[in-house]
């Protein structure tokens, strides 16, 4: 996940948090505020209820018409039970059914003198008052349907503005860091473009003094230091190159020409052949070293074109028969391969003959019959080649640095060689997007296979 979706992600996350805390107390406080405002309605009633009592002269005969025309003008589905000092019901608002009551209650009364339960269903309000020396339990009970459709409404109307604001929250915070974090992507993809053949490309720094703006300065200074070594890198290399190749050429050409003349002994021809081996596994290890640091898959890629990969296996083969004329070749098609197969992939020829020229080499070298056989694949998605060549194979210990520099299997102890043949041509294969691999299908067959897709 991005670094701008991690933090508008978390932004929404705390906001989403903090916002269902201010909506949990405005629910709480809201539902505590109606029921407080319920009790002092049912005081109010109670109140009002004894005010009645007090100045009723006939209270039986007064209080159906009195309750008739001021029922629910407080509170709704209410409910009023009069009682006289001997705890019998005088009068009930409810009119056709079978009163009843908690006795408990009214005694209760006589110690508590006002007792209210919120947790019933309905409410209860209920309370001993003496009116004119008499005295009067009178108990009220109502449901606070209004109260409680307030509160539900109100509970709907936060969840959806929690929702709401959650998702708008989250929009908004993706937007204002994607402004944020513009520089930075920018800056990121400057640098990206920067590779070892454009070290001196200095990123563009705004003027001002933002941390970006400290990172670009900082990376083009880096730049430029590692500019610097990278030059000097390129500088000794050209030069070296210069100076080994000059010597290593004479030497070569001499050696040449005293073997020709023919008038040494037997032992001093050995000599000087084993001399001119040396000169030339030292001319290969130079050019090798020289192929390492030359190429990189920046400066390369500007000059892929089509290449036919059956062309360059045979041209590469061509090239290696001259230095070992036994060698042969088997080049098969598998039968998994399209009719309409062209055997093209994108790259560099001259450095696709370098990969098969060397491993047509190491077949030359550690087969035991001189023979190689190339089998080629071509499906919808993928070119296969298979070099396959017969002899000892290498121990899975050594397998998995096979294609690291200046190593050498078991079975190359006694041959010459510079180890670096294996690290160039999966260098070259990496370049063109191709995978390379070794494989031993059994104990005596060395295969080497290179995909390359299309």
Known sequence: MSLKRKLALNLSIAFSLLFGIVMVVIYMSFNDFRKEEFKERFRQRLEFTSHFISRSK????????????????ILLNETILIFNSKKELIYSTIKDQNVSWDDGLLQRLDEKKIIYDENSVPEIYAALRTIKGENYYILTSAYDSNGNSK????KYLLITAYVMSTLLIGLFSYYLLEQFLRPLEELNQEISEVTAHKLTTQIPVKESNDEISVLANSFNTMIARLNDVFQSQRDFTASASHEIRTPITRMAFQLENMIKLGNHSPETISSLKQIQQDVYQLSDLTNSLLLLTK????????????????????????????????????????????????????????????????????AAIYSDDMEVNVLLTETESSIIIDVISKGATIPETEQQKL????????????ISGSGLGLRIVKRIIEYHGAHIGYLAPDEYTNTFRITFNI
Do not use: C, W
């Not at 509160?151 to 109100?154: A, I, K, R, S």
């Open 58 to 73: 006939d209270f039986e005969e007064e209080a159906p018409l009195f309750f008739n025309e001021n029922s629910d003008n």
């Open 403 to 414: 294609f690291e520099a200046f190593t050498r299997g078991n079975n190359a102890q006694n």
């Open 151 to 154: 509160l539900l409404y109100l």
């Open 295 to 362: 190429f990189d898959k920046e400066n390369i890629q500007s000059l892929y074109e089509e290449v036919r990969i059956d062309e360059v296996i045979f041209e590469s083969f061509e090239t290696v028969e001259k230095s070992y004329p036994d060698l042969k070749m088997d080049f098969l098609i598998s039968e998994d391969t399209s009719e309409h197969a062209l055997f093209t992939v994108s790259g560099i020829q001259s450095l696709l003959d370098i990969v098969f020229i060397n491993l047509f080499k190491n």
